[in-house]
């Protein structure tokens, strides 16, 4: 065995140790170890890239990485119960071992990245109901305060009608058509907030008040 | 109208200096043409559509960025093989990393922690410039961490003590918290990694995770903190508006002339106290807290050692005191009327 031989069978043997006692890297581990076994059976290097040319068992130990830390960022998202963050996890993982080229590895990762982000943001535009919490308070402050009847019809009627035009306005020229950019089909889907990513958020409100919010939003959209 | 040229270009400018590098360096080829055709298609964006949010909601959706990125490695790899020395052994593939190094460490130059960045880098190149074959350099590398350092990971412990120096200046006691326990977790994570250095993505998933415990406590402590502030202005308003210097205060000065602005004294009068319990009561629902807790919660007092409680000493004292006056139909005493103005 010449010495170059020997130093490459050395720096494999390095990325073995860099993967032991971790249990996040077990694919990782174990691809490798193929490779290191690989190197260190083959009478040259020559015949080691041949091997590595018929193979590809560069490509597995790149799968393997992709693999391992997919997985465990799909555990940490469920762990966390963040389903459209895990997305990306799922669709890496569903189609990860079919990777024929480290090219095609990293364009697949990057562009089903990209496309899970653009579902992110659309998830996120539910928040604008967060956003607009405190004017909806202040409109039921408006509408069910204890004042004298000489203000009721200013603060009572026009105030909660000046604003909800304003925002209907706002929802109308504004908020809907950005919306729309990341999805023509957009609209505010209530039912999310239930769900526990974006209720976690409100914590500090009860069931009940939320529902009594979000029909105050209907109302302040000029849906109801 | 196309997008405001100073918000785009920013963006589009890190893109076009890349686009130009690869060009000065006679790039060719499909993934070079491609690449130019995405920065050809992020500029017609830039022109057709009206404002930033519209540029990078389309940018996103067509993959433009990633796009990008890609046909630039690709095309940066194919250059790198023609222009090194035109192949792909040991000395040629050290030559081309070394090349890619030292350009960082240039580009690196003007970033923060750009000293610890630049270190393990340039002792990369130092090793590589040592005489050593190829496969030796990368076992030294992977051997002594620095793959791992060039990762950033080296910079992250100082980050995150930065972080904690300024959570603690800015007084958010939650983040002071949050960021200590990130610096934990880095810790234990090092003391079991080899070398010292933890795993970037491994630490990625635990600062994630406990950014996200912490998300809803910062969120309910930020939401508490508006609404008392929002019940102070209310009782502070109310008391103000039956003094003889709110007639000439912004709060209630119409442009219409005085009779507005009395009567928009007198709306503050009647009707401030009706809004106040209303006020008074979402804060209950969502806190579990009285008026009378707000000066001693946690929220209040970190607050005001912030210096950030508009009211202090006896501004306060005067909202303090107004407050059991301040309910409907309520009127405030001559004595804390005459008190308010003292304080004017």
């Keep these: 065995m010449d010495q170059r031989h020997q130093e490459y069978i050395d720096y494999y043997r390095v990325r073995v140790k860099k993967y032991e006692n971790n249990p996040i890297y077990t694919n990782s581990l174990k691809a490798e170890q193929e490779m290191l076994r690989l190197i260190s059976e083959v009478p040259s290097l020559e015949d080691f890239k041949t091997a590595v040319e018929k193979d590809k068992p560069h490509i597995r130990c790149a799968i393997a990485l992709v693999k391992d830390q997919e997985q465990a960022r799909q555990k940490h998202f469920t762990e966390i119960n963040e389903p459209v963050r895990r997305l990306s996890a799922d669709r890496i993982l569903a189609v990860v071992d079919t990777m024929s080229s480290d090219t095609e590895l990293v364009q697949t990762v990057g562009n089903i990245n990209n496309e899970v982000n653009v579902r992110i943001s ?17 409109i039921e402050v408006w509408e069910t305060a204890d004042v004298p009847s000489e203000w009721h019809r200013e603060v009572k009627q ?8 304003e925002y209907r306005k706002l929802w109308n020229e504004t908020i809907l058509p950005n919306a729309r950019q990341w999805n023509p089909n957009w609209d505010l889907n209530y039912d999310l907030l239930w769900e526990a990513r974006h209720r976690r958020k ?9 529902k009594k919010r979000i029909e105050q939003h209907k109302r302040y959209r000029g849906i109801r | 109208m196309p997008v405001d040229k100073n918000v785009v270009d920013p963006i589009l400018n890190t893109f076009r200096s890349m686009a130009k590098d690869l060009t000065d360096k006679k790039a060719a080829g499909p993934a070079y043409d491609k690449m130019m055709a995405t920065l050809a298609r992020m500029e017609q964006l830039a022109v057709e559509l009206n404002d930033i949010m519209a540029f990078n909601a389309e940018t996103v959706k067509e993959n433009l960025y990633n796009g990008f990125s890609n046909y630039y490695s690709e095309a940066y790899a194919e250059l790198s093989k023609q222009t090194v020395s035109g192949g792909t052994d040991d000395a040629s593939l050290l030559a081309m990393t070394l090349k890619a190094y030292e350009d960082a460490i240039v580009n690196l130059k003007n970033a923060p922690h750009s000293g610890k960045l630049i270190q393990p880098i340039q002792e990369l190149v130092a090793i590589g410039r040592s005489g ?13 961490g620095l793959f791992k350092a060039m990762e950033g990971t080296v910079v992250v412990r100082d980050v995150l003590l930065e972080e904690i120096a300024f959570a603690k200046k800015a007084f958010l006691p939650l983040h002071v918290k949050m960021h200590k326990e990130k610096l934990a977790a880095f810790d234990e994570l090092a003391k079991r990694a080899s070398l010292g250095i933890p795993d970037s993505f491994e630490f990625g998933l635990v600062r994630q995770k406990i950014e996200w415990k912490y998300e809803p406590e910062i969120l309910r402590r930020t939401a508490c903190i508006n609404r008392w502030e929002k019940l102070l202005d209310l009782v502070n308003d109310w008391i103000d508006s039956y003094c003889a210097f709110a007639p000439q205060d912004q709060r209630w000065a119409d442009i219409r002339g005085m009779s507005y602005t009395k009567r928009n004294i007198r709306r503050t009068q009647d009707c401030n106290p009706g809004f106040f319990k209303i006020r008074e009561k979402i804060f209950y629902e969502y806190f579990q807290l009285k008026w009378e807790d707000i000066f001693t919660h946690e929220t209040f007092i970190n607050e005001q050692a912030a210096n950030r409680v508009y009211f202090k000493g006896p501004h306060l004292d005067k909202i303090k005191r107004a407050y059991p006056f301040c309910i409907p139909g309520g009127k405030p005493s001559k004595e804390l009327i005459s008190f308010a103005e003292s304080l004017h």
């Design chain 1, 122 to 138: 659309i998830d996120l535009l539910v928040e604008q109901f967060i956003s607009d919490l405190t004017a909806l308070e202040t």
């Design chain 2, 132 to 144: 050593v074959s190829y496969p030796v350099f990368l076992r030294i590398a992977e051997e002594r």
């Design chain 1, 158 to 165: 026009e105030w909660p009608d000046e604003r909800r035009a």
């Design chain 1, 202 to 210: 409100l914590a500090y409100m009860s069931d009940e008040t939320l």
